[in-house]
């Protein structure tokens, strides 16, 4: 129900969009986040925005390179990456919150509906 993309390779310093397309319901009054998963290492939150897109939350490694934005209209949420660094580098998740007009959260368990991942290799 879910659907990333946009991943690929760029050069430190480069700039990639993803993308996440949603399929079969609607995700407009749920919030979203876009999660990371480097090889070997856990999980982690990397961006979250409410249902209306007027709040976000960003971790501290991505944050003022970052940007997740949603058109509820499409379906559709976006995470622009700019920037890039070689710790970037990660297969990439954008996930939805079950419950409606929930919060944002930074906890990947309280996540139902996940995308396929998207890998974005970034090199030095």
């Known amino acids: 129900q879910l659907q990333a993309s946009g991943g690929g390779l760029v050069q430190a310093g480069g700039s990639l969009r993803l993308s996440c397309a949603a399929s079969?319901?609607?995700?407009?009054?749920?919030?979203m986040g876009w999660f990371r998963q480097a090889p070997g290492g856990e999980r982690e939150f990397v961006a979250g925005i409410s249902w209306s897109g007027g709040s976000s939350y960003y971790a501290d490694s991505v944050k003022g390179r970052f940007t997740i934005s949603r058109d509820n209209a499409k379906n559709t949420l976006y995470l622009q990456m700019n920037s890039l660094k070689p710790e970037d580098t990660a297969v990439y998740y954008c996930?939805?919150?079950?419950?409606?007009?929930?919060?944002?959260?930074?906890?990947?368990?309280?996540?139902?509906?996940w995308g396929q991942g998207t890998l974005v290799t970034v090199s030095s």
């Open positions: 996930a939805a919150d079950q419950a409606p007009y929930g919060s944002i959260s930074t906890t990947w368990r309280l996540y139902e509906y």
């Open positions: 079969g319901r609607t995700f407009s009054n749920c919030a």
